[in-house]
């Protein structure tokens, strides 16, 4: 029968059975998803579960697939999981990002109340936020289940601008959230997904002191020793309307601890791009 993955404010992404061949399992369909540069209809999503299957392919070690806490799901899961956990999972990460905008209205966005609170969804749904020193197989189970829920709820936000905006906002808190708790990992994150920015030298830094710390509201004790990117400034517009940034010849100084903004525009653009691929 045909069952919508969420509750009021969902309904576009359908569970159903489809026969597989030689056997008397059944299979997790996805709604309409049209394949860019081909026409719509009805097509089976990248992602497919089997039922009664529990076993993941081998492909690599989850340890190699999912280094970080945070994700940019460039790519769909592969393995198998089965319907019950199919709708399990898109029913909590539904639960998730719902709590994430009842907190994001109760507190403000940052505030000390408002990250512990959000920490404390994300531990009773078990959902990884933080780098562990000694991760273990259950959090990087964790971690495939949180890859796996994104692409759910991709599939089932896709099909109108309203769910969409919803969507990319509560994902764009958690992102940002996220990446605050990589602490010294953020570099290596970057790194791990090509998104390097090449930091200002010593001397340039010295001879803009006076402007990088007016612009970022920091001391000059502070400067010394702050690391400062240099980006085009379309890629730091709120940056540039909050006045937090010095800006010169059109491009952006940054300071460190706003470089998640720049990261969070990535992911809003590439999320954006892949749920209008989706819509039908």
């Known amino acids: 029968g045909r069952a919508p993955v969420a509750g009021s404010r969902e309904g576009a992404a359908w569970i159903g059975r489809a026969p597989v061949a030689g056997s008397r399992e059944g299979a997790a369909w996805i709604g309409r998803a049209p394949v860019a540069g081909r026409g719509?209809?009805?097509r089976r999503s990248p992602?497919?579960?089997s039922r009664?299957?529990?076993?993941?392919?081998p492909l690599c070690p989850l340890a190699l697939v999912y280094?970080?806490?945070?994700?940019l799901y460039p790519l769909p899961p592969q393995g198998a999981v089965s319907l019950q956990q199919f709708e399990s999972l898109a029913v909590e990460r539904l639960k998730l990002l719902k709590s994430i905008e009842t907190i994001g209205?109760?507190?403000?966005?940052?505030?000390?109340?408002y990250n512990k609170k959000l920490e404390g969804e994300l531990r009773k749904l078990k959902f990884p936020y933080r780098v562990c020193n000694d991760e273990k197989v259950d959090e990087y189970e964790m971690r495939r289940k949180d890859h796996i829920s994104h692409f759910i709820l991709r599939l089932a936000y896709c099909q109108s601008e309203d769910l969409r905006r919803w969507f990319i906002q509560q994902e764009l808190d958690l992102f940002r959230f996220r990446f605050g708790e990589l602490h010294d990992k953020q570099q290596e994150f970057l790194k791990e997904n090509g998104l390097e920015y090449h930091?200002?030298?010593k001397e340039e830094r010295e001879r803009l002191k006076s402007k990088l710390q007016t612009s970022s509201g920091q001391s000059p004790v502070?400067?010394?020793?702050q690391v400062f990117y240099k980006v085009p400034f379309t890629d730091a517009l709120e940056l540039v309307r909050a006045r937090k940034a010095y800006l010169k010849k059109g491009l952006v100084y940054i300071p460190h601890?706003?470089?998640?903004?720049?990261?969070?525009?990535?992911?809003?653009?590439?999320?954006?791009k892949s749920l209008a691929l989706l819509q039908v």
């Open 222 to 225: 502070v400067i010394d020793d």
């Open 67 to 71: 280094p970080f806490p945070l994700q």
């Open 199 to 201: 930091a200002i030298e």
């Open 257 to 272: 601890q706003e470089i998640v903004i720049i990261i969070q525009n990535e992911f809003r653009q590439r999320l954006s």
């Open 105 to 113: 209205i109760s507190y403000a966005r940052g505030s000390e109340n």
């Open 52 to 57: 009664g299957s529990s076993q993941r392919q």
């Open 40 to 42: 719509g209809g009805w």
């Open 47 to 49: 992602m497919e579960f």
